[in-house]
Structure formats: structure tokens, C-alpha cells
């Protein structure tokens, strides 16, 4: 025996005596020679096993020293002796993928690859490697190879699928999946995976939506036809469902992944999503009060059901949701700006100015926040602090998303400059609001009723506050405006009745402009009298030194 066979023995018996019991696959054992060969490359062979069952063999010692990057030089080692050793080199090279070693990993394969006949494992996991170097024309190609080797593994038409949609191949993903979906002994877990993937495929090219949801429907049914039981089917089942539309089939689902687990955070959640949408805001409140008592400390279920007092316009029990919803979770940015606006909906500005600023500390600055933080300032005649945080709304908004500048915020925007009586800027903004949407009415109104004021434009004035009126003709400010514009034209006579229209459509909440309105026009008209009353009823409501003055200077 030579000194070269005694060591492959040796380190074939150490194998045996270490590695049992271990999870990673042992090496090819040697083949006895055919015989007849050469006696050189017997031995030549003999000694190449001895090496690699050596080094594998203190690979696996230094496993148990719990030395993980020794181990993997001498299992390399043993590879680069035994590069057929296919268990070994999958081994290695997932070891080498979790530590995002994709260059050794790569090598790994590629060597096995060459050594041995076209593997299905190996092809797919190099597959896998290629993608984390994107090299994702390599990896396709790989994933194609390990298909052909193994159709059965449904897995890889997943995973295969995917691969193409990323690497812009929709007919081949496509095609990929018809073969899936030929295969019989899908699992529904599999068959919904690849409805899910049809979704990718529908988003990422909008060419092939109307194929892709032709056959994710198909699967949808398929899955459907199982009967399945287990609430994380029935969920992900009721998600793809809504996803294309059949919201009445994603109910149904969602109610029995309910049934199934009646604690299914999820499920409850898309119902009550669900049937906020709709309207059914009772059922969405049943919905959202079990998630409650199923789960008290999470905030969502009160997030939502501020959201439903809302849409009930009980604007105060809304912001006490959202706040119970913050103290669960004070980051949640969503809570704190639909806080404000419950605030600013329920008449209290000076208390979504301060939720406003207890944002700031919590959540970053975006546009909503500084709208809405305007919005708070504006009514409590904070003007210019109210003109500078529609600023930096502006500002937010033109650097991520251009299209939140619509007509409705440069209405905002010229209102406020109004109110702060900086009416030229004012009406640049309405103009500019108007620009955008035409028939807009406060913005016709507004600006019209600014020129009102000011003496100018009177006719465009009229022409803007009449169409406004056309638009909403019980709006008791548009009337109001119209009454004035005519008064400023110099035709009180037309200016009264639409006066007192808009102090009709004023009963329950009367404003002291329109009274002060009414009594000029009625001074105009030679009626003192009741000029006074008017403006006495003005002062009762608000009191002001331009009334004042008008009611000194006018006869009793």
C-alpha cells in the first residue's frame, strides 16, 4: 500500500467518524479503478480524493470550533479537488450567497457546472446568484437550463417568471406560466403565486394587462374550486380578487378567512377598508370594533374608526380616534394630518394649530402638513403666518409632486392674501386658479368680489359673479357678492333683492358683511331707517369702526 493510499483511507475513516450526525452533504466517495488502467493515474486519482475527503474532513472540525470562514476555505479546497461534488458545492455556495459573497458563490457553480452533467439545483441556485450581481440575462438563462432539467419543480416557474418580468421579457414570463398552469398537482398556495405574479407582470407592462388578467382569473377560479380552509389562502385569494376588480368574490373570502380565524387581524382590516369604500360605514364599524377588542393595543382599528366617524361628519369623535390611534402610535403620519383636519372640520383652529406643531416633532414636513397648518393660521386671521406656510406647501409640492398646486390650493393661497390685504398678489393667485379650472366657483367668486371691492373690473366682476351664481344659486356668499357687485356698478335698485336673498339663506347662521351690505344699499336707496337696522345688526355680530362711522353719520 502506498503512502498516499494509507492517507486517502485515513481521511475517508476520519470522514466517516466526524461528519456523521452533519447536516451538509459529504463528497462524492471515491470509485474503485476499472482495471487494466494506468497504475499512475490510479494513483493519481486515489491521491486527488485523498485531498479533497482531507480537507472536507477539517472543514467539518472547524465547523464544530465554530470557525465558519475556515471551514468554508478547506470545503473550497475539497471543491477545488472534487469539483463534481455537486451536494458540497450547493452547500458552499449557499453559505457563500448568505454572506453575500456572490463572486465565490459564482465561481463555485460554474466549476460544478463544468465537472459534472446539467444539474436542475445547480443551475437554479446559480441563477439565483447571478441576480445579486445583475447579471440577469446570465441568470434567465441559468433558470431556463434548470426548467428543462427539472419541469416537475413548480417552484421554478415562479421563480423563472419573475426573472423574466424583471429582466423585460412579459411573452416569455407569460409563456412560462401557461406551462405552470398546464402541469397537473398544484398545490392553491402555488397556483396563487402565480396569480400574484401575473399582477407584476400586468403593472410592469401595461401591453400585456389584458393577458395577464385573463389567466390570473382562471387561476383565481382554480383556487377557488379547492374549497380551501386555512385563512392565509383564503386571504391572499380575497386580496387578487380585489385587486381585479371582483370586489363581491374578495368579500366573500375575507368573511371566511373570518370564519376560519376569527382573530385574522388582515382580513378584518380589508373588510372594514372595504366597506368604508362602499359607504357601509355600520358593517365597517363592526369590523373595526372586533379588531379593537381582539388586539387593544394596536392603533390601526382606531385610526379607521376615525376615519368613519368622519365620513358621518362627527368631526369631534373622529379627532378622538385619531388621537387614542396616536398614543399607540405617535409616528404614524397618516393619524396626525387626518387629526388636523378633523380639528380644523369640528371648528377648532387653535387647536389644530397646536396638534400642527406637535406634528413637527414627530413626522416629517410634506406638503399636507404646511396646507393644513395654512388652513389653521388662516382661521384665526394669523394671515401671514398662514400665506408663509402656503409657501412652503408650494415650495414641498413643487420639488415631489407638481400636480398637488392645483386650482383648489392657489384658491386657498389667493383667499388668504386677500384676508391680509394683499390684494394684488391675491388675485394673481386667483387668476392663476382660474387659469387651471374655468368654472371653479369660489375662485370666480372670490376675484370677482375682490374687483367689487376695489372699484375695478366691475363688469368682468358681474360676468365672474353671475356664472358663480349659475353654478350654486343657494351659495349665500355668491349671492351676497352678486348684490354687491351690482351696488358697486350703481345700481342698488337690482343690488337689494339679491341682498335679501342672501340674509334668507343666511337665517340660521347671519353674517355681519351681508347686513353691513344690505344697509348700504338700502342708504343708497333713500331708506335710512332701515339702512340703520341693518347695520345695527351687523354690529351685533361683529363690530367694526366702518359700521360704527355709517350709523353716526346716517339720521335716525
Not at 386671521?381 to 383648489?408: C, G, V, W
Request: charged share 25%; with cysteine; hydrophobic share 45%.
Amino acid at each position: 500500500m502506498t503512502r498516499r493510499l494509507a492517507s486517502a483511507l485515513l481521511a475517508g475513516t476520519l470522514l466517516l467518524g466526524v461528519s456523521s450526525g452533519c447536516r451538509t452533504p459529504s463528497p462524492t466517495p471515491p470509485t474503485a479503478p476499472v482495471a487494466g488502467p494506468d497504475p499512475k493515474a490510479v494513483d493519481a486519482e486515489l491521491d486527488r480524493r485523498a485531498r479533497a475527503h482531507a480537507a472536507f474532513a477539517t472543514g467539518v472540525v472547524r465547523q464544530m470550533q465554530e470557525d465558519p470562514e475556515e471551514m468554508l476555505r478547506l470545503w473550497t479546497q475539497s471543491l477545488e479537488s472534487d469539483p463534481g461534488n455537486v451536494g458540497l458545492a450547493l452547500e458552499v455556495a449557499r453559505r457563500r450567497l448568505a454572506r453575500k459573497d456572490f463572486a465565490a458563490a459564482i465561481s463555485v457553480l460554474e466549476k460544478t457546472r463544468h465537472a459534472v452533467p446539467p444539474n436542475a439545483s445547480v443551475e437554479s441556485l446559480l441563477g439565483l446568484a447571478y441576480l445579486q450581481v445583475d447579471r440577469r440575462e446570465d441568470a434567465v438563462a441559468a433558470y431556463r437550463q434548470a426548467l428543462t432539467l427539472d419541469p416537475g419543480e413548480w417552484a421554478l416557474y415562479s421563480t423563472m417568471a419573475r426573472i423574466l418580468i424583471q429582466a423585460s421579457h412579459p411573452d416569455e414570463a407569460l409563456n412560462v406560466i401557461h406551462q405552470a398552469m398546464d402541469r397537473p398537482g398544484a398545490a392553491p398556495g402555488l397556483l396563487l403565486e402565480l396569480a400574484e405574479i401575473l399582477g407584476q407582470l400586468e403593472q410592469h407592462d401595461p401591453k400585456m394587462a389584458a393577458a395577464a388578467r385573463t389567466q390570473a382569473l382562471v387561476l383565481l377560479d382554480r383556487v377557488a374550486a379547492f374549497a380551501p380552509k386555512d385563512p392565509q389562502i383564503l386571504t391572499r385569494l380575497a386580496e387578487r380578487n380585489a385587486a381585479l376588480g371582483r370586489k363581491d368574490l374578495a368579500e366573500k373570502f375575507y368573511q371566511e378567512s373570518r370564519t376560519q380565524a376569527p382573530r385574522n387581524p388582515l382580513a378584518a382590516a380589508r373588510l372594514a377598508e372595504m366597506y368604508l369604500q362602499s359607504g357601509r360605514l355600520k358593517e365597517a364599524t363592526e369590523q373595526l370594533e372586533a379588531l379593537r377588542r381582539d388586539d387593544p393595543t394596536n392603533p390601526a382599528p382606531l385610526y379607521f374608526l376615525g376615519l368613519v366617524a368622519f365620513e358621518e361628519h362627527d368631526y369631534e369623535r373622529a379627532a378622538d380616534y385619531f388621537q387614542r390611534s396616536l398614543l399607540l402610535n405617535p409616528e404614524a403620519e397618516a393619524t396626525h394630518l387626518d387629526l388636523l383636519s378633523a380639528l380644523l372640520s369640528s371648528g377648532k383652529a387653535a387647536e389644530a394649530l397646536a396638534a400642527a406643531q406637535h406634528a413637527r416633532t414627530k413626522i416629517k414636513p410634506g406638503f399636507r402638513l404646511e396646507f393644513l397648518t395654512a388652513l389653521a393660521y388662516g382661521r384665526l386671521k394669523q394671515y401671514d403666518q398662514a400665506y408663509e406656510s402656503f409657501r412652503a406647501a408650494e415650495a414641498i409640492a413643487k420639488e415631489t409632486d407638481p400636480k398637488l398646486i392645483d386650482h383648489r390650493f392657489l384658491f386657498q393661497v389667493g383667499a388668504v392674501l386677500s384676508e391680509a390685504h394683499k390684494e394684488e398678489l391675491a388675485i394673481e393667485y386667483l387668476e392663476k386658479s382660474l387659469a387651471l379650472q374655468p368654472d371653479f366657483g369660489p375662485a370666480l367668486n372670490h376675484l370677482g368680489y375682490l374687483w367689487a371691492d376695489k372699484g375695478s373690473n366691475l363688469d368682468q366682476a358681474l360676468k365672474m359673479i353671475e356664472q358663480a351664481v349659475k353654478l350654486e344659486p343657494a351659495n349665500a356668499a355668491y349671492v351676497d357678492s352678486l348684490g354687491w357687485v351690482l351696488f358697486r356698478l350703481g345700481r342698488p335698485a337690482e343690488a337689494l333683492p339679491q341682498l335679501e336673498r342672501a340674509i334668507e339663506l343666511l337665517a340660521k347662521e347671519p353674517d355681519a358683511t351681508v347686513y353691513e351690505h344690505l344697509g348700504d344699499v338700502l342708504a343708497a336707496l333713500k331708506r335710512p331707517a332701515e339702512a340703520r337696522a341693518a347695520w345695527e345688526k351687523s354690529l351685533a355680530l361683529e363690530a367694526t369702526d366702518a359700521v360704527k362711522q355709517k350709523l353716526e353719520s346716517t339720521p335716525k
